[in-house]
C-alpha cells in the first residue's frame, strides 16, 4: 500500500526585488529591506522562515541577484528565477499600474501564490562558466561595433588614432575570450561532447555552437515545441472570428535566437537539406524574412534531436568533425 506523504508543511512564496545595494522582501502580506550582502542573505532567510516554514523564492532575472541565488543554492532553499515581463503584465491586470521595489516585491510573491512556478533547476557549473566568457564576448563586439560606428564620423587625427587603437584592443580581446571559451569546452567531456554533436551540422559554426550551448542547455531535454517556444520560434496566432492574422514570433531568448539567425544564413546556402528547403519556400513566393524563420526553427528542432541523440551516444573523439547531414532527420526525443 502506497504511504501517505506526511509532507505537510506550508509553502511560503517570498518575492525578492534584487537591486544593487539591498533586497526588497515581500513575505505574508509583510515587507522589509535588508542588504544585498551575506549577512542582507542570512537575515532574509531568517525573517522569511519566521512566517512560512517553507520558504519559496520568487526572483526576476539580473546580474545583482548571481550571490543571493548562490546562497539559497548553498542553503537549498527553492527559488524561482521568473520573467519580469511576465510580471509585469501581471501586475498591470491586476491594476497595478505604479512600480516601486516595495510594489515589485509584493507583486513578485503574489506570482508565485497564484502560478506556483517549478523551482529553477541548477545550471552546470561548467556550464554556467561558459555562459559567462560567451556573454562577455558578446559585451566585447557590441562595443567594438559602437566604436567602428563613431569611426565613420570621427574627425582629428589624435581622435582617429585613438579610436583605431581601441578597436584592434577590443577585437584581439573577442578573439582571446573565444580562445578560452573553446579550451573550457575541450577540458570538459561532457561540453566537448555537446560541441562536437552541434559543430557537425553544415551552417553551425564555433560560435553559435557555443552561444546556443550557454544560452539554451536544455536542448535535448525537451520536446520540439518546448525548445521552438523557449528560444522564441513558436508561431504565435492572431486570429479573431472569421479573421485569420499572420503568425508570428516573440520573446524567448534572444541571445540564443541570434546565434540561430547566424547559423540558418549559412545552412540555407551550404546544406544539402535545408538549402533546398529554403529555396521552395522563396520560389512559392515567401518572404525572405519568413522562410528564414522557418529555416530557424529546423534547424533548431534537428540541434534538439542531435544533441539528444549525442548524450546517450559514447564521447567523442577530439578530432576533427564530420559532416553531419540533416538527410535522415532525427527524432524528437519526446
Given at each position: 500500500?502506497?504511504r501517505?506523504?506526511t ?38 532567510v ?59 516585491a ?12 517549478e ?23 557590441e ?30 580581446e ?161
Open positions: 500500500m502506497k501517505k506523504n509532507n505537510t508543511k506550508p509553502t511560503t512564496f517570498v518575492g525578492v526585488d534584487i537591486g544593487k545595494k539591498w533586497l526588497d522582501v515581500s513575505v505574508s502580506r509583510t515587507s522589509f529591506r535588508t542588504s544585498n550582502t551575506v549577512s542582507g542573505h542570512r537575515k532574509l531568517e525573517l522569511s522562515a519566521k512566517r512560512g516554514r517553507r520558504p519559496h523564492f520568487i526572483c526576476e532575472p539580473g546580474s545583482y541577484g548571481r550571490k543571493l541565488v548562490r546562497f539559497l543554492r548553498a542553503q537549498k532553499f527553492a527559488y524561482s528565477i521568473v520573467s519580469a515581463y511576465q510580471v509585469r503584465q501581471f501586475a498591470k491586470a491586476r491594476g497595478r499600474e505604479a512600480k516601486t521595489d516595495k510594489i515589485d509584493a507583486m513578485l510573491s503574489l506570482f508565485g501564490k497564484t502560478f506556483r512556478p523551482p529553477t533547476v541548477q545550471i552546470d557549473p561548467k556550464l554556467e562558466s561558459l555562459r559567462r566568457l560567451i556573454r562577455r564576448r558578446q559585451q566585447i563586439i562595443a567594438t561595433k559602437v566604436q567602428k560606428h563613431h569611426l565613420e564620423t570621427m574627425e582629428g587625427p589624435a581622435l582617429i588614432r585613438g579610436a583605431k587603437r581601441l578597436v584592434r584592443t577590443l577585437e584581439i573577442g578573439r582571446e575570450l573565444e580562445a578560452v571559451a573553446v579550451k573550457h569546452v575541450k577540458r570538459t567531456p561532457k561540453l566537448r561532447k555537446r560541441f562536437l554533436a552541434l559543430t557537425q551540422v553544415d551552417g553551425v559554426g564555433t560560435i553559435s555552437a557555443l552561444q546556443l550551448m550557454s544560452e539554451v542547455p536544455e536542448l535535448g531535454h525537451v520536446s520540439r515545441r518546448e525548445i521552438a517556444a523557449l528560444v522564441g520560434l513558436a508561431p504565435i496566432n492572431h486570429d479573431s472570428g472569421i479573421k485569420t492574422g499572420r503568425r508570428s514570433i516573440r520573446g524567448g531568448r534572444i541571445l540564443a535566437r541570434a546565434a540561430l539567425y547566424m547559423a540558418a544564413f549559412h545552412a540555407s546556402r551550404i546544406n544539402p537539406v535545408l538549402a533546398p528547403f529554403f529555396q521552395r519556400l522563396r520560389a512559392r513566393g515567401k518572404p525572405y524574412r519568413v522562410v528564414l524563420v522557418a529555416v530557424m526553427r529546423k534547424l533548431l528542432v534537428h540541434l534538439n534531436a542531435v544533441v539528444a541523440a549525442q548524450d546517450r551516444a559514447e564521447p567523442l573523439p577530439l578530432g576533427k568533425t564530420g559532416q553531419n547531414q540533416l538527410a535522415e532527420p532525427l527524432q524528437s526525443p519526446r
